[in-house]
């Protein structure tokens, strides 16, 4: 058995980037479909897990999908 210590963990002092999320609230409003560019920067907008909306989540298998992820 190790019990070895190690560095103290550094943690952020500043909030993480999450990118181009959408809320439960612009879902609603804007819809969400997984692999639309909806400003034409070639980065799809995304949601996050526990995104407290029915349509919020997605499912990505098989090979093709459209831009609703379908």
């Known amino acids: 058995m190790n019990n070895w210590l190690s560095e103290p963990f550094w943690y952020p ?14 879902v609603e409003t804007k819809g969400f479909r997984r692999f639309a560019d909806l400003d034409g920067d070639g980065i799809g907008y995304r949601t996050l897990p526990g995104t ?11 090979t093709g999908h459209n831009a609703a992820a379908v």
Do not use: M, N, S
């Open 13 to 26: 002092t500043e909030p993480i980037t999450r990118g181009k999320v959408l809320t439960a609230e612009d």
């Open 52 to 62: 407290k909306h029915p349509k919020a989540a997605y499912f990505t298998r098989g």
